[in-house]
Structure formats: C-alpha cells, structure tokens
C-alpha cells in the first residue's frame, strides 16, 4: 500500500507542477514580450504618450470632477454648523432641496457660498501659478520622467485628501495640493511629448492627442463626477481618481525606469535657455498671450454658468454638469482638423490659431443670449472648437520656437505655457463672480468675446515664424561629432534672402526692432 500511495501522491506533485510550469512560462513569455516592447523606440514612445495622456486626464478629471459636488457639499457643511431643533441629517438631495432655510438672507447666503467656490477653485492655480517658474528649470535640470513621477505623486495624495474632507480647510488644502502636482505633471508632460517627438507631424499629432484626453478629462469629470456622487457618496469619485493615478506612476516606473542608472546616464540633458529669457522672447510672449486670452472665457464660466442657468432656464444640477459634455465632439474635432492642416500647410498655424480666437469670441458672446438648453450647448461647443484650434496650433509652436531660437529643452517653454492657463484659471473663479454680481452675466460674456476678437489680428506678428529653421540639425550634430553629453545651442537662422552684394540675409519679420534689444539683453546676460 505504501509503494502505491507513494505513486499516488508523486502524480498528484506533478499534476500539481503542470499547471505551475505552464503559468511560469507564460510570466517568462510576457515579460519578454514587454521588454522587447520597451526595447523598440517608437513603441517605448507610444507608451511614454499613453503614460503623459492618462497624467493629463487624470489632472483634468480632478479639477473638474467638483464642479457639481462641491455647492452641495460646501452647503452642507453650512447647514450643520447651524442646527435647528428637529433637523434632519443632510443628504446630497436634501441639502440643495433646503439650502435656503436658514436664518441668513437668501443673498448674502448664496454671495458667501459663491465667494467660497471661487476661492476653492482659484487655489489650484494659483498655487501652480506661483510653482510653475521653479517647476520648469527643475524639468530642464532632472529630465523628464522624475518630475512627472513627483507630479502623479502628488495627485494622488490629493486625491484621498479630497475624498476624506470633511471641512472647507481640508478642501482647500486638496485643491492646492492639486495646483503643486500639476505644475510637475502637466508640464513635464507636454515637454516629455515635445522631446519624444522631435519632428513634425509627429509632434503635432502627439500633442494633438494630448489635448483630446485633455478634453475628455475636464469634459467628462463633471457628469462623472455628479453621477458617483449621488448614488454612490462623496469618496467614490476621488477613490477611482486615486486608483487611476497609483496605476499611471507605476506604469511610468516600469517603462521609464527613471532611477536606473542607464537612464540617468541618457537623461543628460543640454543646459536650457533660463525661463526668464525665454519670457523676453517676443514671440514665446505673443503665443503665451493668445493661450491665456483663448482660456479666458472657459475660466470665467465655468464657475459662474452653473448658477446663470438656474436662474436663467431652471436648470438641473444633472442639466449644468451634462452641459459640457457634448463639446467634447467639437473639440476632438478641432484638435484633428488642425493636426490635418499643420502637416499640408505647416506655415499657417498663427492662422489656425486666430481663426480659434474668433471663433471663441463669437461663440461667448452668443452665450447669455440663450434662454433654453440647446443653443447653449451649441455655443458651448463652439467655445471648445475654437479652443482646440488655438491649443492645437500653438503648443507645437512653442516648442519650435525654442528649437529654432534656444536650446532644444522643453521644460521652462512648457511652464510658460502652464503659467499662461494658470493666469486665465486663477483670475477666473474670483473675479468672474464679482464681475457677475456687479455688472452681470452678460456684460462677462460680452467683454471676454470681446477680448478674443481684439487678439486674434495679434497673432499676424507670428506669420513668419514658418520661415525660421535650424541652423543644422541635431541629429547630424550627434551623428557627425562624438557625444559631448550636451546638445549644441541652436542659432536663430531663417531661410536666406540675398543683399545686393550676394550675402545671405534673413527676411524682415515683425519684431526686427525689439530683436535687437532681446539679442543685446540676452548677450549681456
């Protein structure tokens, strides 16, 4: 009997191994698979895009994901500092339903609570306005792949300090938690696409689904956001949130591997050009210009449309978070019309950007003209079109004016950008609810419609950065000349036109005369 279960139990081992055996080699087969994936250049960049893409959503996710969530929430916690006798303990559907029954005047009450909001939602960036000029030399100095890990950190941390708020202080510090993340995420981000994609179309693809998930973020947060919110409580959306950025940054390690010492040693990036001389270029200035005036408007009425609806055509708290989502449509849209058209035509994107700036323009204006939910999605989308054409346009232009002008590292240029947004979303929150009650919603819509139309001509000072090239190409520096671990500095050279006496020029542009004192100031530094 011994010999046979001894039989037994050594068949039941090795049946036991098969099953072992099979799932080991296929561990082995798909680690393989990965790493021969990560060896390839384009696919390792491909997943660098998705890594960038998810950060971006996820940053966009949160910002918004509050809209609908946080008057309720804020009223709430109103509402329980004040107890009365027989109250009942507030809900998601209660506190809006009683946000008026208490001793505090109906006005003043809903003036604080706006005050309160705005002042929530302007800390993000404002404190990302105040990082931002450290955050882009640190990128230039570290590379690109620790400062976007430091970023997806910090958002996560956020996150679960959203979902466990339980007082207005507690929020605050989560929204300019955020602010700090962003200013490592996001600009490490964008500048991570322009150094991985180095030559156009690419780059304008790239970047072009870069603000498509943009988009789908700030778009679909709301009603995301809404949704969990009613029927599954205040900590579901931020929890997913957090999930989805614990999941990006280990995705990054595993890709990027961004303590190894391989990737330190490729990560010596050339010295860039300092942030502040790179505000000093006229052209970076017009671009940064057009980016903040473009947000503006999105800025401003996202925090006070909600409320203009409600009095305006009783809109639902399910009606003002599903207002936005249908502009996603337009907006992909814009960002591929402009993708097609920069690679046909690459000399025009000032004017894909100034026809954007129009079209933003019109599109606030006709705003408070609408009395009913329709037309205001149509002018809704219409704003994000014209968005998309500015964003698409000009984020690519920035990174070619620092590889024609500067030094080809893409931080500081993309914390300029950063900044640019942060201006619009800082001013945005506190000073659109002061306009709103002093003038009204209608003169804020005209007055920012305004502004757009009044910029778009600007952007003619950029029709001839289409002519600026290199000098010569990185590339063949690094293929002709041994590695020196620092890039060449790229001299500004145009296409040549000649003197009467044979020498090589380069055509008049629009800021020949402020070029000179930029060169001198930028010698003398």
Request: glycine share 8%.
């Amino acid at each position: 009997m011994e010999p046979a279960a001894s039989a037994g139990r050594g068949r039941g081992r090795g049946r036991g191994r098969g099953p072992l055996r099979a799932a080991r080699a296929a561990a082995v087969k798909l680690s393989e698979a990965a790493g021969a994936a990560l060896q390839d250049p384009r696919r390792h960049r491909r997943l660098v895009l998705v890594i960038v893409c998810v950060a971006l959503f996820l940053d966009n996710m949160l910002y918004m994901v509050i809209v609908p969530i946080v008057p309720d929430y804020i009223a709430g916690m109103q509402k329980a500092r004040r107890p009365t006798p027989g109250t009942e303990v507030s809900t998601p559907a209660s506190v809006s339903a009683n946000r008026g029954n208490t001793s505090e005047s109906p006005t003043a009450a809903t003036e604080n609570e706006d005050v309160k909001i705005g002042v929530l939602f302007a800390s993000k960036a404002i404190l990302q306005l105040l990082v931002n000029p450290l955050s882009g030399p640190f990128i230039d100095r570290m590379s690109y792949d620790v400062p976007l890990l430091i970023g997806l950190g910090v958002l996560f941390a956020s996150t679960l300090l959203f979902a466990f708020a339980e007082d207005y202080a507690t929020l605050f510090a989560a929204r300019s938690l955020q602010g700090l993340g962003s200013a490592f995420a996001d600009t490490s981000g964008i500048a991570m696409i322009a150094d991985k994609y180095p030559e156009e179309p690419e780059r304008s693809r790239a970047l072009g689904v870069a603000l498509a998930f943009i988009s789908f973020g700030s778009l679909v947060a709301p009603p995301f956001g809404g949704f969990l919110y009613q029927f599954a409580g205040k900590h579901t959306p931020f929890l997913v949130l957090a999930a989805v950025s614990l999941l990006d940054a280990l995705l990054l390690l595993v890709v990027a591997k961004p303590f190894s010492a391989a990737t330190r040693a490729r990560a010596n990036l050339p010295v860039g050009t300092p942030i502040h001389r790179l505000m000093l270029d006229p052209y970076i200035a017009v671009v940064a210009g057009a980016l903040t005036t473009c947000n503006i408007p999105l800025a401003f009425l996202e925090p006070t449309i909600a409320t203009w609806m409600e009095h305006t055509m009783a809109a639902s708290e399910w009606e003002t978070g599903m207002a936005w989502l249908p502009a996603f449509v337009p907006h992909v849209l814009g960002v591929y019309l402009t993708v097609r058209l920069a690679a046909r035509y690459p000399h025009l994107q000032w004017l894909y950007g100034a026809l954007g700036l129009a079209v933003i323009g019109a599109s606030s204006c006709v705003v408070p003209a609408c009395r009913s939910f329709a037309p205001l999605v149509v002018s809704l989308c219409g704003l994000c079109f014209g968005i998309a054409l500015v964003d698409t346009a000009l984020l690519p232009t920035l990174a070619f004016l620092v590889d024609v002008r500067h030094v080809s590292v893409y931080g500081s240029v993309y914390a300029i950008a950063d900044i640019s947004y942060s201006v619009a979303y800082a001013l945005g929150p506190i000073v659109a609810g002061h306009i709103v009650h002093s003038l009204g919603f209608a003169q804020l819509s005209l007055g920012m419609g305004l502004a757009n139309l009044l910029y778009a001509p600007v952007l003619l000072l950029l029709r001839n950065v289409g002519l600026l090239r290199r000098s010569r190409s990185e590339r063949d520096v690094l293929l002709e000349e041994p590695p020196q671990g620092l890039y060449d500095a790229v001299r500004l050279r145009e296409r040549p036109v000649s003197d009467p006496d044979g020498a090589p020029r380069s055509p008049s542009g629009p800021f020949d005369e402020c070029e000179d004192v930029y060169n001198n100031y930028y010698t003398r530094s």
